[in-house]
């Protein structure tokens, strides 16, 4: 997630990453030195084979009637196609042989969270230095700077909760906590629209479940403090000397009837009557209202309109499939862990309904198979381990 997220700012300089075979090169040959020096373990299909090999099928489908056999082979395309279908499905069975049993993984995977979380924090603070002299002068050119506010608010939606995970489960959880709110304000200062909302949705969210289901009397107080102190100074900030700017970035953040996303989404429906069973395909690029950067599909800025314009009916099914395993796991026991792994899918794929999450393979696609793997892994482990389960179960006492 953290090498994703490091080139978020060069949106659009492809010159900038004419030497990333530098890296692929290397990276191919090491793969293929470990296969044929150590022998691969057979791949386990695991919980999630069915619902990803639906989405392998609907994304291999997609278009099908429609694109030409050119473009059906074209990049970029063929590459979306391949790493977001059986890719996936690949990366899920490397993983689900792979990882281990019977050990609690969530609180290594949410510590991975608070180093995505604080790479964030510091991408944003960095930035807002570099350009600190235009907050005051000209906010809308100080608005531009954040054209990859969308990309970093994805990667904070998921990693913000498991902050909140590990503020109710760990002895020092109020550094916890404040980083969450940190993450945050980053996503605010982000600048992205769908940021600001399903971010605000997860804080509250994250705040609310943090006080409820604390362990203790004493934590429910400490993170109610420091909720109302956080709350206060929003309140604060925005009487004395913020409310101008932000008066003026909710200007230049509105939306119009006549703004491309809009256009965009009315063209996914249009394309999905036309087209209703298989949709127009991810290789479709009419050149209209957006212009993809090099090595980009043509999106419609929603993974519903792009499930919809793309891949139809069976995208639709496909997707279906692929929710309700994930939302099964996650109700299947009413642990810690998969409350707050809730409110991060909540935030991520609220905001996906407003952007494209659900169509960038790496980092997003890719962690979410992680994530989920973690989830049914530690309910099995949960299962297994009744005293540790009870632990970790959700009370309200």
């Known amino acids: 997630m953290i090498i994703a997220m490091v080139p978020l700012a060069r949106y659009g300089q492809t010159g900038y990453f004419s030497n990333i075979y530098l890296v692929v090169i ?3 040959i090491a793969i293929v030195l470990r296969l044929f020096i150590f022998r691969p373990k057979k791949l386990i299909p695991g919980e999630f084979f069915i619902p990803t090999l639906a989405v392998s099928i609907a994304l291999t489908l997609g ?11 074209s990049m970029p395309g063929i590459y979306y196609v391949g790493a977001l279908g059986f890719g996936m499905l690949l ?40 350009h600190y002299q235009l907050i ?9 700077n954040f054209q990859w506010g969308n990309n970093l608010s994805n990667a ?14 760990q002895k020092r959880s109020i550094p916890y906590f404040i980083l ?3 993450e945050y304000l980053a996503i605010v200062m982000g600048l992205s629209r769908g940021g600001m909302l399903f971010g605000t949705i997860a804080i509250t969210l994250s705040c609310i479940a943090s006080i409820i289901v604390a362990k203790t009397k004493r934590n429910r107080l400490k993170f109610a403090v420091v909720t ?40 996914a429906w249009k394309n999905f009557l036309k087209h209703p069973l298989f949709g127009t395909g991810l290789a479709y690029n009419p050149h209209v209202y957006y212009f993809p950067q090099a090595m980009c599909i043509y999106w419609y800025h929603s993974t519903l309109f792009q499930v919809l314009g793309s891949l139809g009916i069976l995208g639709i099914i496909a997707y279906s499939i692929q929710a309700f395993y994930r939302m099964r796991a996650i109700f299947k026991i009413k642990s810690l862990f998969n409350l707050f792994v809730l409110i991060s899918i909540i935030g991520f794929a609220g905001y996906s309904m407003l952007n494209v999450g659900y169509f960038i393979p ?13 989830v049914d892994r530690n309910n099995k482990y949960l299962k297994k381990n009744p005293k540790i389960m009870e632990k970790e179960l959700i009370s309200l006492k």
């Open 156 to 169: 904070l939606l998921i990693a913000m909760p498991f902050a909140f995970y590990l503020a109710v489960t």
């Open 63 to 73: 278009g099908l009637f429609f694109l030409s056999f050119k473009q059906y082979f």
């Open 362 to 374: 790496l980092p997003n696609m890719a962690i979410l198979i992680v994530v989920f793997i973690v």
């Open 180 to 182: 969450g709110i940190l």
């Open 228 to 267: 109302s102190i956080f709350l206060a100074i929003v309140a604060i900030c925005l009487c004395t000397f913020l409310l101008p700017v932000v008066k003026d970035l909710l200007n230049n953040l509105k939306i119009s009837n006549s703004e491309s996303r809009v256009l965009l989404y009315a063209l």
């Open 26 to 28: 290397p990276m191919v």
């Open 91 to 130: 990366l899920n069975s490397i993983f689900e042989t792979n990882f281990e049993k019977n050990v609690d993984l969530t609180k290594f995977l949410a510590k991975m969270m608070i180093g995505v979380g604080i790479m964030g924090i510091g991408m944003i603070v960095t930035t807002y230095i570099k």
């Open 136 to 144: 005051f002068t000209d906010t809308f050119l100080f608005a531009s």
